[in-house]
DNA sequence: TATTGTTATACTCTATAACTATA
DNA sequence: TATAGTTATAGAGTATAACAATA
């Protein structure tokens, strides 16, 4: 007899608590008019592994389409750039403005608010393994390493 | 100047982990046609915590309309039993059968490969510290807890 | 012909609103 | 009149397919 109960799986956790993280920065992004999609793709500009398009879409695992649509609503919000490559015409080049890295600096506020409350009451020993392990789970699934 | 990188905030590697995680543990769920939805139905009843489909609806924070269509399907599958309540004929009361049962079992048995894979090359102290850490945030934010 | 970006269309998931039956 | 469940409808989010410009 297998008592293990699905709920308290890793998977489970983490599905669970992910959906429940993104919901909450989402709301905090609504203001903004902003998907966490949207933010996904500056994170992606600020990292510099990608700038045009279909290499953007590659990387945040998206259709390509997407990345249109949320590259036109950055554009209209100033946050970023979207020009012509020279060398090859069928290219965009997307870069972050100013106004994107200020509206990136705002969303990490965030971010790092819904963390004070995540972690609030736990020991700074625990909080700093669940940051150590998830950096390492992180950079071991294709996400973002830092 | 601050150089914190929204990319290794807590909520960021919640948020995609849980997106990664929850798109594996589908994968695994396709052939049988569910969705994680249904399982966290099961899970609910597993757990006893509701049993008629607004309690569930509640529960899971959902639409009621959503939980009829996953109580449909599960019942086709015959994983679910579907009865009115006696002393209130307005109530369905939804059961685990056996064959959900062991529906949940095989799933438990998926999500519990997928925490082998995502911990595999972890230090156990760290494995231990992550299933320990995420059930206090789990507890702390109104999922199953255990 | 192949590739990048765009537009048009369709699909999936889920919520809201209208409805039925019980209370 | 209020509530549990159901059905009908609509919206959000995203993908696929058709298309245009460039290579």
């Given at each position: 007899m297998n008592d293990v109960k699905l709920t308290s799986t890793l998977a489970f956790r983490l599905g669970t608590l992910g959906a429940?993280?993104?919901?909450?920065?989402?709301?905090?992004?609504?203001?903004?008019?902003?998907?966490?999609?949207?933010i996904g793709l500056l994170t992606v500009l600020e990292s510099g592994t990608a700038t045009s398009?279909?290499?953007?879409?590659?990387?945040?695992?998206?259709?390509?389409?997407?990345?249109?649509?949320?590259?036109?609503?950055?554009?209209?919000?100033?946050?970023?750039?979207?020009?012509?490559d020279l060398s090859d015409r069928r290219r965009q080049t997307l870069t972050l403005t100013e106004e994107?890295?200020?509206l990136l600096a705002t969303c990490t506020a965030a971010a790092a608010e819904l963390d004070s409350e995540l972690t609030d009451g736990l020991d700074p020993e625990e909080t700093e393994a669940l940051r150590s392990v998830l950096r390492t789970l992180a950079r071991r699934n294709g996400l973002p390493a830092d």
């Open positions: 429940v993280v993104t919901e909450r920065f989402s709301a905090r992004l609504a203001g903004h008019g902003l998907k966490p999609k949207h398009q279909l290499d953007i879409a590659k990387l945040m695992n998206v259709a390509p389409s997407l990345v249109v649509s949320l590259a036109d609503r950055l554009e209209e919000l100033g946050a970023i750039q979207r020009e012509r994107g890295r200020e």
